[in-house]
């Protein structure tokens, strides 16, 4: 604890990381985990008065892996899953000296995840490949209200008109919106509207997918408790199951996002492996008054 102008300051050491443009800031609590998390999420992502970020993860000790992650976006919600960010805690773990193992497993609100590490030449980390799991397609467990088992191009009513809704779960729930042109789209009216839409008793991300080819995509993305963000690796994901299981492509996609590229693939075993980077920007300390 530090004093700064006679006030008491809890100083949280944090380091900034992003994932094609996913930025969290990132917090080491394998000794000590710091108190009130949703508030401190919301306190250090402010992009003027914080760190600034989509949100916090914390690296933790796990009982049945060989780290766990916890992480909030930035209006304080507790988020199951993020794929971009597990490949920046595989990295993180990596270059800090956390491990020297090129494969680690990572526990998850939405189960343990498999993470590769790919080293270039010089023994650094290129990019990491996860191995996401199965897709979930039941309405019922993405969580998603409807008649039908699946939710395959459902129309949807929203105030911006009637656009069509193909369900799927990377642990999180997603609704992906084919459209012919990212840039027609009305993000700011259907993002935050289909987030929220009563299809979602909890609510989604959502995803904009402008097929280019069988083998190459483009998404825009509004995070459940966020807003829009670069990139979202489960939102890659789960856009590219949409795609084949509505036959716009195959099971190997390369998905561009406004941060970057992600190489997604539904392999043969029916689990989802995304490939992407992971970079870490600047580490600094935090100054939150107790």
Not at 125 to 151: H, N, Q, W
Not at 179 to 193: A, H, N, Q, S
């Amino acid at each position: 604890m530090a004093s700064i102008g006679n006030k008491a300051k809890e100083v949280i050491k944090f380091t900034k990381m992003h994932g094609i443009g996913n930025d969290y800031i990132y917090i080491n609590c394998m000794e000590s985990m710091p108190e009130r998390l949703p508030e401190l999420a919301v306190e250090m992502s402010d992009r003027h008065f914080g760190a600034g970020g989509d949100g916090i993860v914390l690296i933790c000790p796990s009982d049945i892996a060989d780290f766990k992650m916890r992480m909030f976006n930035n209006d304080g919600s507790e988020a199951r899953m993020c794929g971009n960010a597990s490949r920046c805690i595989a990295k993180y773990v990596h270059d800090h000296g956390l491990t020297d193992r090129e494969e680690i497993s990572l526990e998850t609100l939405s189960g343990v995840k498999v993470l590769s590490l790919n080293m270039d030449s010089r023994g650094e980390v290129e990019s990491v490949t996860v191995d996401m799991g199965e897709p979930e397609l039941r309405a019922v467990l993405v969580p998603a209200k409807s008649a039908s088992e699946r939710i395959i191009e459902e129309p949807v009513d929203t105030s911006c008109g009637e656009v069509r809704v193909t369900a799927v779960s990377m642990g999180n729930p997603h609704g992906v919106v084919f459209v012919d042109k990212i840039e027609d789209v009305d993000f700011d009216c259907l993002g935050p509207e289909l987030e929220c839409h009563p299809l979602w008793p909890d609510r989604a991300n959502i995803e904009f997918l402008e097929i280019l080819s069988p083998s190459e995509a483009r998404m825009r993305v509004w995070e459940r408790g966020t807003g829009e963000t670069l990139a979202c690796g489960t939102g890659a994901c789960a856009s590219a199951v949409a795609a084949a299981l509505t036959g716009r492509c195959g099971r190997r996609v390369t998905v561009h996002l406004r941060g970057g590229d992600l190489q997604i693939e539904w392999a043969a075993n029916g689990h989802v492996m995304m490939t992407g980077g992971a970079t870490e920007v600047f580490e600094g300390n935090y100054y939150r008054q107790r």
